[in-house]
C-alpha cells in the first residue's frame, strides 16, 4: 500500500458515509419535487440533511443552509450572487493575495463584469494583513472574501476580526472553509461569517456536493437559473446521494473532529520536527497558526516535481508547489505571496494528512526523504560546492 | 497529469541519470535554462580526436535542477553524445532526445528539453576557444542609480539606516548589498525575523572570507546577479519590489514589508 499524504488534494469517502449513502441510488431515488410517496420521502430526507449540515456550523437554522454541486459552486454563488445582488450599492470586492484558484478566478471574471478587485497581502507567514484590510475599505465596497485557512500552507486567518471588521463597516464577509473543515470546528454563532462555502469531500463525503451558509438577511442572486430549487437560490434537482452522504459526512465530523485534529497534529508535529533536520529545509507558513493536519516544506537547490517523483518510487504520494506539476507551469502563487523567489517555490513539498494516516506512514516519508533530497541535491547545478562536497561523502 | 504521462525510459533515466558530475578545467562548458523557472543546466565536455582526426567527445557530465523530464533529457543527451564527433553531436536536436525517449508529455516539451540546448552551448563554448567562464568572487558597490520608489516609500517601509532593528522584526526584509556593512546587517537581522534577503549584482556571494562563511551558514537567501528595479506598493506601505536579473536578462516580483539601501545617493 502506498502512504497517501495528500488529503487537501482528495479524501476517500468513509466507509460509514457511503453505507448511508446507498439506499438513495436506486431504492429511495424520489425528486422531492415530487407530491408522491417517493417525493415525499425525499422531502424529508432533504430536510433532515439539510438540518444536520447546519448543526455541523451551529447554524441558526437549517434554512440558512444552500445545497451546491461542491465548493467551487459555492464560491460563485457566494461571490458572484453576492456582488450581482449589491451592485447598487458598490463595485468593490476585496479578496486575499493567497486565496484558493477559484476564488481568484471569480475575482478576475467580476473585474471583466466592471467591479473593481482589490487584493490584501499577506506576511511571510501567509495570514492577512488587517490593518491594510481596513484601509483598503471605500464606500463602494460591498465584499469581503477571504478563506479560512490556506489550503497550501494552511496558515489559519484572522476569521473573527475580518468578520468584525465587516460587520462595524456593514460589508459582507464571505470566506471558504474548505480548507480548515476536516480540522478546525466552525461556529457561525462566535464568527460573524455572512456567506461560507462547505465542501462534502473535505470532510470525507462524496465529491460533486457542498454548500453556501447563508446568514439570515443575506441573499444572493442565483447563477444557474431553472426550476426554483433551494429556495430560488440554486436550481436543479436535487443530488439525493450525495446530500445524504455529504450530512452523514458531516454529522461524523462535528462529533470526531477535535479528537481527531489532536491526533493529527502529533503525527504532524513529528513530522515538522524529523524534516527540518534536514539541512537547508524550511517550513513554509506559520509555525503554529496553521491548519492541524498541513505541513509545506522547500528544500533549497531542489525542485519539487522531481521530489514528487522520487516519492512516488518509493510509494508515498505527496503534492508541491512546483510548477512543473502545474497546468499553467507557474510556481504556487500562495509561496510566491508569502515573499518566496520562483526558485524556492519551485522546491517546495506539500503533505497533508487525514482520517487514515497512520505513524508508520509519516515514519516511512522521514525514512525516505533525507536520502533523496540528498540524491537531487547531488545532481543539481545550484548546490554549493562544499555542500556538494559533505553530501557526496555521506552518500559513500 | 503530466507526471503521470512519462514514459518508462524518461523514468529509467531520472531515477538512474548517467553521467552526473562535473569535469575539473573541461573543454567545452555549457549552461542553459533558468532556475526561475524551474530548469537549470550544465554540461561539461572533455574533448579527444579520433583516428581520423576529428574532435570527439570523450567523456560529457551533466548536472540539472529541474523537474523529470529535465533530468531525463539531460542524461539521454549525454549518453547518445558520449564518444560522437562533435560535429553529429552539434547536430543533436530537442526532438532527437525526446525520441530516443519515447517521448515526452506535450507540456513539457518546450520547458524542460533544454538539454540539446546545453550540450550545443558547450560545443559553442569548446569551438569559440574562450576557457570556459572562471567564476570571480568580487564584493560590489551599489551604483550611484535610481531606483524607483525609494523617494515614495522612505520611512513607509524603504530605510538608508536602520538604528532600530526591532522595526523590522518578523518583517520580510531585502537588503541591497552596498559592501560589508550591509552583509553584516543581513546577518544580524537573522536574528530578528526568519526572512532576509540580499540583492546583489555580484557572480558569487560578497564579501569577505568570514562573511561568505557567515552567510553561508545562515538562512540569508542571497539572491546573485541581479538588482533592484522598483519598489511598490499601495496606501503608502511598501509591498513588493522588481528585481532585474542580468544573468537572465529579466524582471520579476518579489514579495517584501521592507527594503533596507545603505547609503543611498540616487
Redesign the interface.
Known amino acids: 500500500m502506498s502512504v497517501y499524504l495528500d488529503y487537501q488534494a482528495a479524501k476517500p469517502v468513509d466507509p460509514r458515509v457511503f453505507e448511508a449513502m446507498k439506499p438513495y441510488f436506486n431504492e429511495d431515488f424520489g425528486n422531492p419535487s415530487s407530491l408522491h410517496n417517493y417525493g415525499y420521502h425525499a422531502t424529508n430526507t432533504l430536510e433532515e440533511s439539510r438540518r444536520k449540515v447546519a448543526e455541523f456550523i451551529n447554524a441558526p437554522s437549517p434554512d440558512n443552509i444552500i445545497f451546491t454541486s461542491g465548493a467551487t459552486e459555492s464560491n460563485n454563488l457566494g461571490v458572484i450572487g453576492a456582488a450581482l445582488r449589491n451592485q447598487r450599492k458598490g463595485n468593490h470586492i476585496i479578496m486575499s493575495?493567497i486565496e484558493h484558484i477559484s476564488i481568484l478566478n471569480i475575482g478576475k471574471f467580476l473585474e471583466r463584469q466592471g467591479f473593481r478587485v482589490s487584493k490584501v497581502?499577506v506576511?511571510?507567514f501567509g495570514i492577512i494583513n488587517l490593518n491594510?484590510l481596513e484601509?483598503?475599505i471605500t464606500d463602494e465596497t460591498i465584499l469581503i472574501s477571504v478563506s479560512t485557512a490556506s489550503n497550501e500552507i494552511g496558515s489559519l486567518q484572522p476569521v473573527e476580526e475580518i468578520g468584525d471588521i465587516a460587520q462595524k463597516k456593514k460589508i459582507w464577509f464571505h470566506s471558504d472553509a474548505v480548507a480548515s473543515e476536516s480540522t478546525i470546528p466552525i461556529d457561525v454563532e462566535k464568527v460573524p461569517f455572512d456567506l461560507l462555502t462547505l465542501s462534502s469531500n473535505d470532510i470525507y463525503g462524496p465529491r460533486g456536493i457542498g454548500a453556501l451558509y447563508l446568514k439570515k438577511g443575506v441573499r444572493v442572486n442565483p447563477i444557474i437559473i431553472g426550476g426554483g430549487q433551494e429556495m430560488g437560490i440554486r436550481s436543479g434537482s436535487e443530488n439525493m446521494p450525495g446530500i445524504v452522504g455529504f450530512a452523514k459526512a458531516a454529522e461524523i465530523m462535528k462529533t470526531e473532529i477535535n479528537e481527531e485534529a489532536t491526533r493529527l497534529k502529533v503525527l504532524r508535529d513529528k513530522l515538522i520536527r524529523e524534516i527540518l533536520k534536514i539541512p537547508k529545509s524550511?517550513l513554509n507558513g506559520h509555525p503554529e497558526k496553521r491548519t492541524p493536519n498541513n505541513a509545506n516544506f522547500r528544500f533549497d537547490?531542489?525542485?519539487g516535481?522531481?521530489l514528487?517523483?522520487?516519492l512516488?518510487?518509493e510509494k508515498v504520494e505527496v503534492a508541491t508547489g512546483?510548477?512543473?506539476?502545474s497546468?499553467t507551469?507557474e510556481?504556487s502563487h500562495t509561496l510566491?505571496?508569502?515573499?518566496l523567489?520562483?526558485?524556492?517555490a519551485?522546491g517546495s513539498l506539500l503533505l497533508t494528512l487525514g482520517r487514515y494516516t497512520e505513524e508508520k506512514d509519516i515514519d516511512k516519508i522521514v525514512e525516505v526523504l533525507p536520502r533523496i533530497v540528498r540524491r537531487l541535491r547531488?545532481?543539481?547545478?545550484?548546490t554549493?560546492s562544499?555542500l556538494l562536497k559533505k553530501l557526496k561523502e555521506e552518500e559513500n | 497529469m503530466s507526471v503521470h504521462k512519462y514514459t518508462d525510459k524518461v523514468m529509467d533515466h531520472f531515477r538512474n541519470p548517467r553521467n552526473v558530475g562535473s569535469i575539473e578545467n573541461p573543454d567545452g562548458y555549457g549552461k542553459v535554462g533558468n532556475p526561475v523557472c524551474g530548469d537549470l543546466m550544465e554540461i561539461f565536455l572533455k574533448i579527444g580526436k579520433n583516428d581520423k582526426g576529428e574532435d570527439v567527445i570523450d567523456d560529457i557530465k551533466f548536472r540539472t535542477f529541474g523537474c523529470g523530464s529535465a533530468v531525463s533529457t539531460s542524461s539521454m543527451v549525454t549518453e547518445m553524445a558520449k564518444g560522437m564527433t562533435l560535429d553529429k553531436a552539434y547536430d543533436i536536436t530537442r526532438s532527437d532526445v525526446a525520441e530516443e525517449l519515447d517521448g515526452l508529455p506535450p507540456i513539457k516539451m518546450h520547458c524542460s528539453n533544454l538539454a540539446a540546448d546545453a550540450l550545443k552551448a558547450a560545443i559553442n563554448n569548446y569551438r569559440e576557444g574562450t576557457k570556459p567562464e572562471v567564476e570571480v568572487v568580487t564584493s560590489c558597490q551599489l551604483d550611484v542609480r535610481v531606483i524607483l520608489g525609494v523617494d515614495e516609500f522612505k520611512g513607509k517601509g524603504v530605510y538608508t539606516e536602520v538604528p532600530n532593528l526591532e522595526e523590522l522584526r518578523e518583517k520580510r526584509t531585502l537588503i541591497v548589498d552596498t559592501g560589508d556593512v550591509s552583509l553584516e546587517l543581513a546577518l544580524k537581522l537573522t536574528e530578528y525575523t526568519g526572512r532576509v534577503i540580499v540583492v546583489t549584482s555580484a557572480k558569487e556571494i560578497p564579501g569577505t572570507v568570514e562573511i561568505v562563511k557567515k552567510l553561508k551558514q545562515s538562512d540569508v537567501k542571497i539572491v546573485q546577479q541581479s538588482e533592484l528595479n522598483e519598489i511598490k506598493g499601495e496606501l503608502d506601505e511598501v509591498e513588493k519590489v522588481v528585481i532585474h536579473d542580468f544573468d537572465e536578462d529579466e524582471n520579476y516580483e518579489l514579495f517584501v514589508d521592507a527594503v533596507v539601501i545603505l547609503d543611498y545617493r540616487g
Open positions: 493575495e497581502p506576511d511571510r491594510k484601509r483598503l524550511y537547490y531542489i525542485e516535481e522531481s514528487l517523483l522520487s512516488k518510487d512546483s510548477a512543473c506539476s497546468k507551469l510556481p510566491i505571496s508569502c515573499g523567489l520562483h526558485e524556492e519551485h547531488i545532481l543539481s547545478p545550484l554549493p562544499d
